[in-house]
């Protein structure tokens, strides 16, 4: 148990539509960075937030946001949906500003199928 | 851009049938390697973190080893429930800004009674 949860497990939505994806840090961890995991592949970075700023981002457009709340909550909002963003979203929660080295432990993730 | 390698992409093996998965990666200056297990359907879970070439770490029937151009997780007479995917991920400096872990694809590992 990592103590990083994330909501909600499962969602389907039309193409062209909003989500919002929701992930609750362990406590005391002042990083949370998302993840997209396409079947049959890695995780690849979208995004880290520290101190509930954006201090790093992966090769996603901008229609890929989010916001990191001081009680270790945050958001992975995605806008106009495509069908290609079908995949697993994972949260994980780090105690580090760049990284460092330090582990990042994961959520369960959130399986987002787009139609 | 960091870049991480797996092989074999899948690997079956008897129960108690030891061996090793390879990672091989670049990176322009190493922060550190992540080794995770992930069931079907969960996020990933971790396992080891190395720093330097020459360091190994241990946790019952896994031992990882790192190189400064590659890492190694040896299994040791696995079980049934070792059976996962196995990711390996590095995280790089850079010139600024937080960077996030780059994962290769994973070793797909089933282990049969």
């Known amino acids: 148990e990592t103590g990083v949860t994330q909501s909600p497990t499962h969602l389907i939505k039309t193409r062209g539509q909003q989500v919002t994806l929701r992930c609750s840090s362990q406590?005391?961890?002042?990083?949370v960075s998302w993840y997209q995991q396409a079947l049959g592949q890695g995780p690849q970075f979208i995004f880290q937030y520290y101190r509930e700023e954006e201090n790093g981002r992966g090769n996603f457009p901008p229609r890929f946001s989010g916001l990191q709340f001081p009680n270790y909550s945050s958001e992975l909002n995605v806008n106009a949906l495509e069908l290609d963003d079908s995949a697993l979203y994972l949260c994980?929660?780090?105690?580090?500003?760049?990284?460092?080295?330090?582990?990042?432990?994961f959520g369960q993730g959130t399986r987002l199928t787009v139609v | 851009e960091d870049q991480v390698t797996q092989s074999p992409e899948a690997l079956r093996l008897q129960e108690g049938e030891s061996s090793s998965l390879n990672c091989s990666y670049t990176?322009?200056?190493?922060?550190?390697l992540f080794w995770y297990r992930q069931d079907p359907g969960k996020g990933p879970e971790f396992l080891f973190t190395?720093?330097?070439a020459g360091e190994e770490k241990e946790k019952e029937r896994l031992k990882a080893t790192l190189t400064k151009k590659e890492s190694f997780l040896h299994i040791t007479a696995p079980k049934p429930e070792d059976s996962a995917t196995y990711l390996c991920?590095?995280?790089?400096?850079?010139?600024?800004?937080?960077?996030?872990?780059?994962f290769g694809k994973g070793t797909h590992l089933i282990i049969q009674p």
């Open positions: 406590s005391g961890h002042n990083t």
């Open positions: 990176v322009s200056g190493l922060r550190g």
């Open positions: 991920a590095v995280q790089g400096y850079s010139g600024g800004g937080a960077d996030g872990l780059t």
């Open positions: 190395l720093y330097s």
């Open positions: 994980a929660s780090s105690l580090d500003k760049t990284g460092g080295g330090a582990e990042a432990f």
